[in-house]
């Protein structure tokens, strides 16, 4: 049976964390991961996958990209970020965004959110056809069946409610904030000695 435990006005479930954000904690030792958001796309027994929402790739524009794809006529994609999704298949696109766009390809998360990794959505994003609000990734980050469980449980990640406002719309530089803000902390009584008391 999933238990469901509130912090501040958010539920959180204590088994599988699809459709919510993972924050770091500060004592992260991962500096790839150290004050990321990410939103989780997929928990499961087989594994996780999710993206960081806070990390831009200053390396790479949207034109180029479109340019590296043979994708011409961009019109709207002027100004789109380009954001490091995760250490994982650095070179595979994917799009988190909401669900008023779908097409065959495109895996409904939770709440209104999808995810989709064709091409066609970066077509579509370039005419100004994509989605209302959108977050386009290169990469992501991924964990092995039960590694994320453990990680949650030694307190490397905390578990937040990701609102389209929290994950579209806030600031890059200010998601870790808000994120663990939304939770009732604040960022600075946190333990950077995770396990230790």
Known sequence: METVKTIGDNLIKDSYITGQLLVAMPAMQDERFAKTVIYMCAHNEEG?????????????????????????????????????????????????????????????????LALTATVDILKAIA???????????????????????????????????????????????KKWEVAIGRLGVDPLMLSNNIGHA
């Open 127 to 173: 005419k100004g056809d994509g989605p209302e609000k959108s977050i386009l990734a290169l990469g992501y980050a991924g964990w092995g069946p039960g590694q994320l469980d453990l990680e949650l449980k030694a307190n490397g990640w905390l578990q937040v409610f990701g609102d389209k406002e929290l994950i579209f719309d806030t600031e890059l530089d």
């Open 48 to 112: 996780a996958m999710g993206l960081v929402l806070n990390q831009q790739l200053h390396s790479l524009s949207f034109e180029e990209l479109m340019g590296q794809l043979n994708i011409n006529g961009i019109n709207k994609g002027d100004g789109v970020p380009i954001h490091f999704g995760g250490p994982v298949d650095a070179g595979r696109g994917f799009v988190l965004h909401t669900s008023d766009y779908c097409q065959d390809a495109t895996l409904e998360v939770e709440d209104g």
